[in-house]
């Protein structure tokens, strides 16, 4: 028996897993970050790539919702371009705006001009993560990276987008061009993971943020082949694999077909619902919505067990465990203590 199957299995690992956790396991997507007091102290003055990059300081953010709210996991301070920053791509965070690339990638040859992530670019990250995991205990370690796609409408954009009219130019007028540039970011997204699985996290998620903008055939053709390579260079690691994206309540089947242990829901479809679209054999994750978090706490309170039996529903109709979860990441202005009682109320339930 590995050292690894020796330790007492966290919850949150073994709900991804199938077993029967002594409670259920809770953690919610940017957990660690804006809506806490400590988190804007500690980053005052710090840009967010900076502290990326700063292993003592990705430890300490990583831990403060730990500290506080007492959840199932530890989710790594990061951001999805990180990789990408690493490998050296000119682009940087914006407040207020999020990712901005200075050359955006709309040709082949801009394709073929982008450099690849080596794992000493990245060093920084794996020195946080043995960090944290001198620090966590049983506390689940979560390592991510963001899906092929979303980096690839990140690059293509230039930034943000609402339409993702250049990505879908892009798709449509020059697939070949596509193929070739998401299968770069497929490997640079497989070398992030994997510094960050050798370094010992305990389970990985795949964000596939805007995953949602695309029809299921477009889905099949242009992302999932992608992320699926992803998951399965990954599968020997024997850690759970979570896939999430938002709005894509219409590609859960297909998302759950991509190689992932657990797939994240968000708050516009019932878990017993996405159970039945997901299909049969996967854990689910989710699914407040982060904007009920401003109601009275009755109301909340409310929410949290009506998404409990739903995810109940959601075993007998096929799912093997259950990992709460909010719909999206906290949003910045959420009062952390009410993040605490949905903390406490999950695990008396």
């Known amino acids: 028996m590995s050292e690894h199957d020796a330790r007492t ?51 300490e953010i990583t831990m403060q919702p730990v500290r506080r ?50 794992p000493e670019a990245v060093g920084a990250v794996s020195t946080a993560v043995k960090l944290l995991k001198a620090e966590l205990g049983d506390t689940a370690l979560i390592g991510f990276a963001g ?70 055939t477009d889905y099949r053709t ?15 690691y024997d850690v759970p694999r979570i896939h999430f994206g938002v709005g894509t309540g219409e590609l859960l089947h297909d998302m759950g077909t991509a190689g992932a242990d657990v797939v ?11 159970a039945r679209r997901v299909g049969p054999g996967k854990a689910l994750q989710g699914n407040l919505d982060p904007a009920l978090l401003f109601a009275p706490w009755e109301v909340v309170a409310t929410h949290v067990r009506r998404i409990a039996a739903e995810a109940d529903a959601a075993v007998a109709a096929g799912a093997i465990g259950h990992i709460f979860n909010l719909g999206h990441g906290v949003l910045p202005t959420t009062d952390p203590t009410m993040l605490t009682r949905v903390v406490e109320l999950v695990h008396s339930l």
């Open 9 to 59: 299995v966290s919850p949150l690992v073994a709900a991804a897993r199938g077993q029967v956790p002594d409670h259920r396991p809770v953690w919610f997507m940017r957990q660690a970050g804006r809506s806490l007091p400590e988190y804007r102290e500690i980053r005052a003055g710090r840009g967010m790539l900076e502290a990326c990059f700063d292993p003592e300081l990705v430890c």
């Open 69 to 118: 709210h007492g959840v199932d996991g530890a989710i790594l301070f990061s951001d999805i371009v990180v990789p990408l920053k690493a490998a050296g791509v000119d682009l940087d965070i914006v407040a207020g705006v999020g990712p901005v690339i200075a050359n955006p990638v709309r040709t082949h040859a801009d394709v073929q001009a982008l450099p690849m992530l080596t």
């Open 147 to 216: 899906a092929p796609f979303t980096l690839a409408s990140y690059l293509v954009e230039g930034g943000p987008s609402r339409n993702y009219e250049n990505t879908k130019a892009l798709m449509y007028s020059a697939p070949e061009v596509w193929h070739e540039l998401v299968g770069k970011l497929a490997d640079i997204t497989i070398a992030f993971l994997k510094v960050q699985l050798e370094a010992g996290v305990d389970a990985i998620q795949l964000f596939d943020s805007w995953a949602g903008a695309l029809s299921v």
């Open 222 to 236: 242009f992302a999932r082949p992608h992320s699926a390579r992803v998951f399965a260079e990954l599968a020997s």
């Open 264 to 274: 994240g829901v968000d708050w516009r479809i019932p878990l017993d619902e996405a």
